[in-house]
């Protein structure tokens, strides 16, 4: 298979559990401000507008928080990462502290209410959905409670605080609808992050192998060919001592190995460095060559793969940049792994343009996720019968991302689409039926800048 499970898996081993981001020192640090604020709140209510409030038992909420900072500070390092359930239990902690200070000051008649939703937005920007349906849930629940049952506020001259009962249930409302629009609202943008940047991984990941393996394909090259001149030096000797040893059976036994392990050796280098020395030809290649260089890997996969080329001209020669191979390679793979039978590499080249479709003949993408295909993490466009025909492909259209952010990284601009009518019935479909993915370069971004002669080699050093 592709290299794609390969990559998902390594960054996937690196990547850390959904809670194990949420680092401690970072609750502690709001719950430091948290605490600070309601005793400015407080003691401006008294001391200020002289309300009337159970002070004893509002210090008590306040001084709970402050003991539990300060109980996690000392027992905890400062780089202690939260587990699920420890994250939770911390944010449970924040949202019963303040909805018992509130309980205290008014319930829903103190503006201070608002606060409420803090807990829930950190718990879906950072921990797993049922935590946050958890805390959601008694969130709301405690808002309820306590628009229900409350210590009203008592004004400077002892007269109570009161808000018409209506103002009381649309306060209440809303603030049952902000914690249900806040948290989907966090958790779905911190989940499409997420994804961003675990598809931006893998593909640092993809882009860095192929840059590794084409570096290591210069240097075998060029060692290649450094070592022809000793070895066919090695070979000379050796074939002379054979003539002069004649008589000496013994020593032209070992002359003759001598010879023919020099001749494995020229062999071993000869298949290493296939692609020549680091010269421009490592560099830069006929877009043919590209393309099929591109395929290669998955061409003997039981799916036709048939190269196409039109043009005023010869094949333009363009640079053999990483992003290029291998965002190609991941397109001729989705192609690939969903063909009936063939897949075509059509290439139109022209002086300001050069355009490239890649159309396979399978049933091509989806409806539903057409105008998606690029994001990270997109279901596959597979059904039930080609889940049991290819069990071991993931379709999470991490590849696609792949090949389209490195792609576009040359200049590239690709679009998606299907080539026949999905209603049409098997006997009307085309033979080019499937999907089509279409890239488009200017030729200025990936033509090399001679495609004469490959010029001096470069004598390699080791």
């Not at 038992?57 to 306040?62: E, H, I, K, R, T």
């Not at 279901?379 to 991490?398: H, I, K, N, T, V």
């Not at 590239?412 to 999905?422: G, T, Y």
């Amino acid at each position: 298979m592709s290299n794609q499970r390969d990559i998902t898996a390594q960054s996937a081993h690196f990547r850390p559990e959904r809670a194990d981001w949420l680092r401690l020192r970072t609750l502690i640090f709001q719950r430091w401000m948290a605490s600070f604020g309601q005793l400015a709140a407080l003691l401006v209510a008294t001391r200020y507008y002289g309300m009337q409030l159970p002070l004893g038992l509002c210090f008590l909420a306040v001084g709970l928080a402050v003991i539990a900072n300060l109980i996690a500070m000392f027992i905890f390092p400062q780089n202690k990462r939260l587990t699920e359930l420890e994250a939770m239990l911390t944010l449970l902690f924040d949202l019963a502290q303040l909805c018992f200070l509130l309980f205290l000051t008014g319930g829903l008649a103190n503006p201070f209410a608002l606060l409420v939703l803090a807990p829930v937005t950190v718990s879906a920007s950072a921990l797993e959905l049922r935590s946050t349906l958890i805390l959601g849930v008694l969130a709301a629940a405690f808002v309820t409670l306590i628009g229900l049952l409350n210590i009203p506020l008592r004004l400077a001259d002892g007269t109570i605080f009161a808000i018409p009962s209506l103002f009381t249930f649309g306060f209440w409302l809303s603030l049952l609808i902000g914690i249900a629009f806040l948290g989907l609202y966090s958790r779905r943008v911190a989940t499409e992050m997420r994804l961003m940047s675990d598809a931006l991984l893998a593909t640092q990941m993809a882009l860095a192998r192929e840059q590794k393996l084409t570096d290591l394909g210069g240097v075998v090259a060029a060692a290649a060919h450094e070592l022809g001149t000793p070895l066919a030096t090695i070979k000379l000797i050796s074939s002379e001592m054979m003539d002069e040893l004649a008589d000496h059976p013994d020593l032209a036994e070992d002359a003759r190995l001598i010879h023919e392990q020099a001749n494995r050796c020229r062999d071993i280098l000869r298949s290493m460095g296939k692609a020549g020395k680091d010269d421009l030809l490592l560099r830069q290649a006929p877009l043919e060559t590209v393309l099929q260089e591109a395929a290669e890997p998955h061409m003997a996969r039981g799916i036709e793969v048939i190269f196409t080329m039109a043009g005023a001209g010869l094949p333009p020669v363009v640079v053999r940049r990483p992003e290029l191979i291998h965002g190609l390679r991941n397109l001729v793979q989705n192609a690939v792994d969903f063909a009936r039978s063939t897949v075509w590499v059509d290439a139109q080249y022209a002086p300001d343009r050069i355009l490239l479709r890649i159309i396979d003949d399978g049933e091509g993408f989806p409806a539903q996720v057409l105008g998606r295909i690029g994001d990270p993490f997109v279901r596959s466009r597979r059904d039930e019968q080609d889940l049991a025909r290819r069990p071991e492909y993931e379709g999470m259209g991490l590849g696609l991302f792949i090949a389209k952010t490195l792609l576009e990284r040359t200049g590239a601009e690709l679009s998606f689409a299907n080539a026949a009518d999905p209603f049409l019935s098997p006997e009307e479909r085309p033979a080019r039926s499937g999907a089509i993915v279409e890239v488009t370069w200017k030729a200025a971004d990936i033509l090399a800048e001679t495609a004469g002669a490959l010029g001096e080699n470069q004598r390699f050093i080791g």
